[in-house]
């Protein structure tokens, strides 16, 4: 236990955009070696594998070959290095998602080990020079009721979604000096207040330069400072919003004698966001939210988001009237928020902790259990540290969703998501915080939260076929909640019906494009007469795989668009209600 521990401590868990620092990109092809024995460690795979089998990384291994599709264990992967020369400085590995456990070895050593496959992780590494250098990475994806998210195994998981496995995101090789920037933390406020917190590793004696450049390329700022924290009135500037995503990039400089040894950007935003009377507020003016819960699913790649599919996703997004989404149901890649940051996205940004079907995965005894373990506490706690450091600078983030549909009308789990948020709260208290609930008015939790969000399937799941008698149901328990905490805005962050595309049905009956378009339209036009409500998700944007069961047709169909990102009925529909029917 005490070895395990000091290896988990060997990661580090900051990691800094920069235009300064030297990279090797490690995208590209990879030897890759399946290992079902678990039979690597032993024979000492990490001095390097012998196999003749390739891979393509950032990508989910499942799809690159029909063999591993459902492989969900244990593989290796190997990338051969040439290093000329980097000038002494210091190296590093960055994973930005890789998982669910990495370990890694250069050279035969054994490096670190990171759990978790979707918030980066980067290891300090030693290479030779002017030879070739062995990378070795094994990762296991096996599923197990104490990973987060929980499974049994591939098909019966507590998750709507399927487990991927792989090195599912960039990978590269960062030098640094000796005295670099390890990490800064961003504050801003719509009137041109800027807060930041730098932490540098640096034994020299330093010091620090700050510049604000405006989306013009001007220079708004440059000023040198000694302070590791940083506070300046900057003034006259343009916040951000949806309506103009205004970002400046605040470059952060450390000298020593004057000499230049890191820069590290961040493309940050002016904006403050609030909870009060029952409204949810962006720079001072009530905000609606109009959107989705997402996924990052995309054929053959997997887990993979191509950037290309982002833009078009984003695009469709923008053209129906959404300006929001909740990175369902964990942490999203940086390009992908870098691209709701760019484009004006309101993000509610959730941690890999789902339990939709947990009882599916384990009994009422061993729920209750894993929520009043400590160590469980622990190891989420961990995961909402390496959430929040990598994605606390962004504008687009406005609130937190510390987890979805928790069987929160225990006791156990609503005294732990108590804690969770209190403990979210000790590390970012600028943004509100809620969970995404289906336990309606059971849930025991909901006092905990600042925004009350609540996932709905009434005309799908139950009342099926009816979506009249569905939506009324919920309309009840709606104001049931609303006299229980009149004080907090509520946000409707799931609600739809699956359709097969191209699948028409006249009346309207389940699995056909009008019975979806029509769920989503009454659910709208009925529960948007309440004022407390500042926001619907449909979900979801586009369909995406699951795993196998008797209620999922390969993907789960609840897309308003295609796996392939083709519209269905739903998506003028939605179009309509999101630009006439609801607030802008
Ligand atoms: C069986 C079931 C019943 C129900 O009432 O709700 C519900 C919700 C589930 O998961 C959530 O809904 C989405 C969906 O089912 O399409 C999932 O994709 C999403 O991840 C979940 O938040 C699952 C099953 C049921």
């Known amino acids: ?110 490096v670190g080990t990171h759990e978790g496959s979707f918030t980066q992780f980067k290891f300090p590494i030693k290479l030779n020079i002017n030879e070739f250098n062995k990378i070795v990475v094994k990762i296991d994806n096996t599923p197990s009721p104490y990973n987060l998210p929980p499974a049994k195994d591939l098909n019966i998981a507590a998750f709507d979604f399927f487990n991927y496995g792989g090195i599912q995101r960039p990978v590269y090789i960062e030098f640094v000096d000796e005295c670099h920037l390890e990490d800064i933390t961003v504050y801003t406020k719509s009137n041109g207040h800027l807060k930041v917190e730098i932490l540098p590793e640096c034994n020299q004696k330093f010091s620090l330069r700050f510049k604000l450049v405006d989306k013009e390329g001007r220079v708004v700022l440059d000023e040198e400072s000694s302070n590791e924290i940083y506070e300046k009135d900057v003034g006259n500037v343009t916040p951000w919003s949806p309506d103009n995503p205004y970002l400046y990039t605040l470059i952060v400089e450390i000298y020593v004698d004057k000499n230049l040894k890191d820069s590290v950007y961040e493309r940050i935003g002016f904006r403050d966001v609030e909870v009060m009377n029952g409204r949810l507020y962006l720079n001072g003016r009530p905000i609606f939210l109009k959107g989705f819960g997402r996924h990052e699913d995309f054929p053959i790649l997997g887990k993979f988001m191509y950037g290309a599919v982002l833009v078009r996703d984003f695009y469709l997004m923008r053209k129906i009237g959404a300006n929001s989404f909740r990175t369902s149901h964990y942490p999203y890649s940086n390009e992908h928020l870098d691209l709701a940051d760019e484009m004006g996205f309101l993000v509610i940004l959730e941690p890999p902790l789902c339990y939709s079907n947990i009882s599916r995965v384990m009994s009422q005894e061993e729920i209750a259990r894993m929520f009043s373990d400590i160590k469980y506490f622990e190891k989420v706690k961990d995961t909402i540290k390496e959430m929040i450091k990598q994605h606390k600078n962004r504008p687009s983030v406005i609130a937190y969703s510390v987890m979805n549909e928790p069987p929160s009308d225990m006791r156990e789990v609503a005294e732990f998501i108590k804690k969770e948020i209190e403990f979210l709260k000790t590390l970012d208290s600028s943004r509100p915080v809620t969970f995404a609930s289906h336990r309606s008015v059971r849930d025991l939790a909901l006092e905990y939260v600042d925004i009350i969000s609540l996932n709905y399937y009434h005309g799908w799941y139950t009342e099926w076929g009816d979506i009249d008698s569905g939506v009324k149901i919920v309309a009840m328990e709606l104001e049931e909640i609303h006299k229980k905490f009149p004080e907090k805005p509520i946000i409707i962050t799931e609600f739809g019906a699956d359709a097969i595309y191209g699948l028409h049905s006249d009346p309207p009956q389940m699995w056909s494009e009008e019975y979806q378009s029509e769920m989503i339209r009454k659910y709208i036009e009925t529960l948007r007469k309440n004022s407390y409500i500042v926001g619907f998700h449909v979900w979801n944007f586009a369909d995406f795989r699951t795993p196998q069961n008797p209620g999922r047709t390969i993907l789960n169909r609840k897309g308003i668009f295609t796996r392939d990102r083709q519209p269905k009925l739903a998506a003028k529909v939605v179009e309509e209600l999101f630009k006439n029917k609801l607030p802008s």
């Not at 990661?11 to 800094?16: D, F, H, I, L, N």
């Not at 995208?27 to 460690?41: A, L, R, T």
């Not at 020369?85 to 590093?92: G, I, L, M, N, R």
Request: proline share 3%; charged share 25%.
């Open 1 to 110: 236990m005490l070895i395990k521990l000091l290896l988990h401590s060997l990661v580090c868990r900051y990691y800094m955009r920069s235009f300064y620092r030297p990279k090797i990109d490690l995208q590209g092809f990879w030897k890759f070696k399946i290992d079902s024995e678990n039979v690597g460690e032993k024979n000492e795979w990490g001095k390097g594998l012998e196999s003749e089998d390739i891979i393509y990384v950032p990508a989910s291994w499942n799809e690159q070959n029909p063999q591993w599709d459902q492989f969900s264990s244990i593989a290796w992967y190997q990338k051969d290095l040439f290093v000329s020369s980097y000038e002494s400085k210091k190296a590093w590995i960055v994973f930005e998602g890789a998982g669910y456990i990495t370990k890694l070895w250069i050279n035969g050593e054994y």
